[in-house]
């Protein structure tokens, strides 16, 4: 499989979605109807865990329901520092969702507080990989320490070039806040 970005990840999280009229109740007039939605972040914490699919199973044809269960190697290219600006809620609605056109409303104002005005930004300080199989393997991490990234083992740390954490097959990304 190819390789993918996590902001594309994200992208897609985030994405608008178009519900089907047999999938989506109307609140409002209670009838099915034709319908939208969107997944986005109302609030940001100090720091943020990512955790990469690595593990799938799906029941396999003809077999009565049995599980079948792999692991997943397609290598998440993610960044040393991530705006998640694009991702909050309040991005979303002033950019994609509603158009101010579409919702009636009034167009909302350009402020500090939205998308690109107001970057909210992450810096990565540990990625966490499995190395094995699916049904047997062995967790390590990468630990940054200021500009040093650190290889963490059961019995050794060693000091490695941001390159190979960059390379890793992560399992696990951990951020923080930058200030």
Same mark, same amino acid.
């Given at each position: 499989?190819?390789?993918?970005?996590?902001?594309?990840?994200?992208?897609?999280?985030?994405?608008?979605?178009?519900?089907?009229?047999?999938?989506?109740?109307?609140?409002?007039?209670?009838?099915?109807?034709?319908?939208?939605?969107?997944?986005?972040?109302?609030?940001?914490?100090?720091?943020?865990?990512?955790?990469?699919?690595?593990?799938?199973?799906?029941? =396999? $044809?003809?077999? +009565?329901?049995? @599980? %079948? !269960?792999? /692991?997943?190697?397609?290598?998440?290219?993610?960044?040393?520092?991530?705006?998640? =600006? $694009?991702?909050? +809620?309040?991005? @979303? %609605? !002033?950019? /994609?969702?509603?158009?101010?056109?579409?919702?009636?409303?009034?167009?909302?104002?350009?402020?500090?507080?939205?998308?690109?005005?107001?970057?909210?930004?992450?810096?990565?300080?540990?990625?966490?990989?499995?190395?094995?199989?699916?049904?047997?393997?062995?967790?390590?991490?990468?630990?940054?320490?200021?500009?040093?990234?650190?290889?963490?083992?059961?019995?050794?740390?060693?000091?490695?070039?941001?390159?190979?954490?960059?390379?890793?097959?992560?399992?696990?990304?951990?951020?923080?806040?930058?200030?």
């Amino acid at each position: 499989a190819g390789a993918v970005q996590l902001e594309a990840c994200l992208r897609y999280f985030t994405r608008v979605e178009r519900l089907d009229a047999q999938s989506y109740k109307c609140e409002a007039c209670k009838t099915y109807r034709e319908g939208l939605k969107q997944l986005s972040l109302d609030g940001l914490a100090p720091s943020i865990c990512f955790q990469i699919k690595r593990f799938e199973s799906i029941r =396999a $044809p003809g077999t +009565s329901g049995q @599980q %079948q !269960s792999f /692991k997943v190697d397609t290598h998440v290219h993610f960044p040393l520092v991530l705006d998640m =600006a $694009p991702y909050m +809620s309040e991005h @979303q %609605q !002033s950019s /994609k969702l509603l158009s101010p056109a579409k919702s009636g409303a009034a167009a909302p104002a350009k402020d500090a507080d939205r998308g690109e005005d107001n970057p909210q930004w992450y810096s990565l300080y540990a990625v966490v990989v499995h190395i094995g199989k699916i049904d047997s393997g062995h967790y390590v991490a990468y630990i940054r320490r200021g500009l040093e990234w650190f290889f963490c083992d059961d019995s050794s740390v060693v000091l490695v070039p941001q390159d190979q954490v960059l390379a890793a097959q992560a399992y696990l990304l951990l951020y923080i806040a930058s200030e």
